[in-house]
Nanobody, 124 residues
Framework: QLQLIESGGGLVQPGGSLRLSCAVSGRTFSSRGMGWFRQAPGKERDIVAAISRSGDSTYYADSVKGRFTISRDNAKNTVYLQMNSLKPEDTALYYC?????????????????WGQGTQVTVSS
């Protein structure tokens, strides 16, 4: 059983930066791929970025490539999402999720543990 707690969301101006953190309790964190998803009002929950258990494989949605960076610290049971050059269209509730295997998965059905989400609002 895992518990995931996101933090780091907030209100930021366009062009600004935020760093999201996801602290995971449970002994299987280091064996699982992790992902960040986001969901805007009235829209589906979409993958933003994913990272394999070792961190050597990552995935980014086209909309965030070159602006966001996913990373993890297995010693701290934490996964991060560094978000730079934020745009109003990045506004959403951001979720951290743990995959059922070790890869950088893009399919939402692979993820079986979820956090409660942290709100990111990009507005001037």
């Amino acid at each position: 059983q895992l518990q995931l707690i996101e933090s780091g969301g907030g209100l930021v101006q366009p062009g600004g930066s935020l760093r999201l953190s996801c602290a995971v309790s449970g002994r299987t964190f280091s064996s699982r791929g992790m992902g960040w998803f986001r969901q805007a009002p009235g829209k589906e929950r979409d993958i933003v970025a994913a990272i394999s258990r070792s961190g050597d494989s990552t995935y980014y949605a086209d909309s965030v490539k070159g602006r966001f960076t996913i990373s993890r610290d297995n010693a701290k049971n934490t996964v991060y999402l560094q978000m730079n050059s934020l745009k109003p269209e990045d506004t959403a509730l951001y979720y951290c999720a743990a995959g059922s295997g070790s890869g950088a998965y893009t399919e939402i059905r692979i993820y079986d543990y979820w956090g409660q989400g942290t709100q990111v609002t990009v507005s001037s």
